[in-house]
């Protein structure tokens, strides 16, 4: 079982200080939200965040869940600045380009993931079986932390579990001390939390409420 901090709702004037406790509280992977106001209403982070972030933390894995329709420019962009894995979406681009920038990031040595929306059939995921390394099930619709968790995400992952056999798979989107639960039930490993981490003003107290739940 993984937590993997998202730092889209962290105050971004204390990144540094945020992702410090979060790492002294045990945690080895950070997932890097990438927004570029198409594929999602919203922008967030660029490369020069995950080249610092690796610089100051070169133990910690950094996970960019790309939401964008221009995987040319940024794909490559995200490689160079340091990313451990990289999760396209398979709405933001068509199969062949889906592709070739899995293949890309498995000879650049970079995990690659696929991310897949609410509403995309789970059942897509078959085609890239062979090519990935660990699935993406959204529980929200992307574009904004702090939205709750979809219900029906359960049945998704349950589904996506006789898909992928033993392959991780990672859920994101309204986790909190009570959804982290339905999740793992339904046989997710990897959780991301963003909100639910800086709701009382202790990462390290709700890392831990979140582990406690479910172990
Ligand atoms: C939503 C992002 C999520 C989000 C999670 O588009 O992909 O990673 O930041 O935040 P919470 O946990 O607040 O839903
Ligand atoms: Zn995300």
């Given amino acids: 079982m993984i937590i993997a901090p998202s730092i889209l709702n962290a105050d971004n004037l204390n990144l540094e200080a945020n992702i410090k406790e979060a790492v002294e509280a045990g945690i080895s992977r950070f997932h890097i939200d990438i927004m570029d106001g198409h594929f999602v209403p919203n922008l967030s982070f660029g490369p020069q965040l995950i080249k610092d972030f690796k610089r100051e933390f070169p133990m910690t894995e950094a996970e960019i869940h790309l939401m964008s329709n221009n995987p040319d420019d940024l794909v490559p962009a995200f490689v160079d600045a340091g990313a451990d894995s990289i999760e396209l979406h398979y709405e933001s681009m068509?199969?062949?380009?889906?592709?070739?920038?899995?293949?890309?990031?498995?000879?650049?040595?970079?995990?690659?993931?696929?991310?897949?929306?609410?509403?995309?059939?789970?059942?897509?995921?078959?085609?890239?079986?062979?090519?990935?390394?660990?699935?993406?099930?959204?529980?929200?619709h992307p574009g904004f932390g702090g939205q709750s968790f979809?219900?029906?995400?359960?049945?998704?992952?349950?589904?996506?579990?006789?898909?992928?056999?033993?392959?991780?798979?990672?859920?994101?989107?309204?986790?909190?001390?009570?959804?982290?639960?339905?999740?793992?039930?339904?046989?997710?490993?990897?959780?991301?939390?963003?909100?639910?981490?800086?709701?009382?003003?202790?990462?390290?107290?709700?890392?831990?409420?979140?582990?406690?739940?479910?172990?």
């Fill in 94 to 140: 068509n199969e062949s380009q889906l592709n070739y920038w899995l293949d890309y990031l498995a000879s650049n040595g970079v995990s690659a993931n696929l991310a897949i929306n609410p509403d995309t059939q789970v059942e897509v995921i078959e085609k890239f079986l062979t090519k990935i390394k660990q699935v993406l099930i959204m529980s929200v």
């Fill in 150 to 215: 979809i219900t029906k995400t359960t049945e998704r992952i349950q589904k996506t579990r006789d898909i992928v056999d033993d392959m991780p798979i990672e859920v994101d989107g309204g986790i909190n001390d009570r959804t982290i639960k339905m999740a793992r039930d339904a046989g997710a490993d990897v959780f991301v939390v963003g909100s639910y981490l800086y709701e009382d003003g202790s990462i390290a107290k709700q890392v831990h409420k979140l582990e406690k739940a479910i172990n």
